[in-house]
Nanobody, 121 residues
């Protein structure tokens, strides 16, 4: 069974920084890509940043220049460094991974449980 566990959410003031982490665990062969999504109240879930196994990175326009996604392959961990945060960044942030697990031997999407980020003065 594959599990993604996020941490690092919380309450920050506008302009402050926050770092989210997501650890993948369980029985899997390969992680093809990892990403962060977010969902604000009343809105659809949207992709924030993605990083592939080859190191290709893409960001949503709204976070370019402020957020940085990175990964530690040895730890099966992806990070999201959030700088210069804004109230509109307030949302539940979800970790997503495309993985080939032993129980499902083809690339599939897996999700974490989400972590709340609130940006407010």
């Amino acid at each position: 069974q594959v599990q993604l566990v996020e941490s690092g959410g919380g309450l920050v003031q506008p302009g402050e920084s926050l770092r989210l982490s997501c650890v993948a665990s369980g029985r899997f062969f390969v992680i093809s890509a990892m990403a962060w999504y977010r969902q604000a109240p009343g809105k659809q879930r949207e992709a924030v940043a993605v990083i592939t196994s080859g190191g290709v990175i893409n960001y949503a326009e709204s976070v370019k220049g402020r957020f940085t996604i990175s990964k530690d392959n040895a730890k099966n961990t992806v990070y999201l460094q959030m700088n210069n945060t804004k109230p509109e960044d307030t949302a539940v942030y979800y970790c997503n991974a495309v993985m080939t697990a032993t129980s499902r031997p083809y690339p599939s999407h897996y999700w974490g449980q989400g972590t709340q980020v609130t940006v407010s003065s």
